[in-house]
């Protein structure tokens, strides 16, 4: 079966930095996404890691530990609109782009 | 604008009724992704199309159906509809089976 953990809720100030984290336990490894989704729009696509180490796509990164379970997403110079939740996702097998996805991380920026 | 297209956007029904929501994938993508968000499951995967063809399965009831046609579009079909199904219902494409998936703007589904 598959498992994804993440924080509810997280807040900060803007112009801050967060990392918002997540683990999982999945039969099977192929991948790891984040998205974005302000509340009752599309999720968006932020980042992907297969293999270890970290990701940068300018404000975001995006780090990956298999042999741990885990990763984390680091917002850097917060923004109001970064406002939003945060899905973590897995995708358990290669061939298959099926994904798990946590519950999602609710982040408030606060001025 | 993510490319993904879904009509209606709002859908209200009653108790029992069928409906069908359909979805365009981005051009050229071959493979179309249903999911469910309700605020206390989060999003789930229902079902997966690769160009025609059914590939995976995910937490899909059995009143629930989907298709993918020729053209690629993909409807979902919700029948004997209960108070439980009100959700958010996306869908989604990605070029192959191993790219990421891009979410079409949604259906918001109430069920009366």
């Known amino acids: 079966g598959q498992n994804i953990d993440q924080p509810t809720e997280m807040t900060a100030t803007e112009g801050a930095i967060v990392q918002i984290n997540c683990t999982y336990q999945?039969?099977?490894?192929?991948?790891l996404f984040w998205y974005q989704q302000h509340a009752g729009e599309a999720p968006t696509f932020l980042s992907y890691?297969?293999?270890?180490g970290l990701e940068e796509k300018g404000r975001f990164s995006s780090f990956l530990s298999r042999s741990k379970g885990y990763s984390y997403l680091l917002l850097k110079e917060l923004q109001m609109k970064d406002s939003a939740s945060y899905l973590c996702?897995?995708?358990?097998?290669?061939?298959?782009?099926?994904?798990?996805f946590g519950k999602g991380t609710m982040l408030l920026v606060s001025p | 604008d993510s490319g993904v297209t879904q009509t209606p956007k709002h859908l209200i029904t009653a108790t029992g009724q069928r409906v069908t929501l359909r979805c365009s994938p981005r051009?050229?993508?071959?493979?179309v992704y249903w999911y469910q968000q309700s605020l206390d499951q989060g999003l789930q995967f229902l079902i997966q199309?690769?160009?025609?063809?059914?590939?995976a399965k995910g937490n899909i009831l059995e009143r629930f159906s989907a298709q993918q046609f020729p053209d690629l579009h993909s409807e979902l079909n919700l029948s004997s509809l209960e108070l439980g199904d009100s959700a958010l219902y996306f869908c989604?494409?990605?070029?192959?089976?191993?790219?990421?998936?891009?979410f079409g703007p949604g259906t918001r589904l109430t069920v009366t």
């Open positions: 989604a494409s990605s070029g192959g089976t191993g790219d990421e998936q891009y």
């Open positions: 999945t039969s099977g490894f192929n991948g």
């Open positions: 890691n297969v293999l270890d």
């Open positions: 996702a897995v995708r358990a097998r290669s061939g298959y782009s099926t994904l798990t």
């Open positions: 051009s050229g993508d071959l493979s």
């Open positions: 199309y690769y160009n025609g063809e059914e590939r």
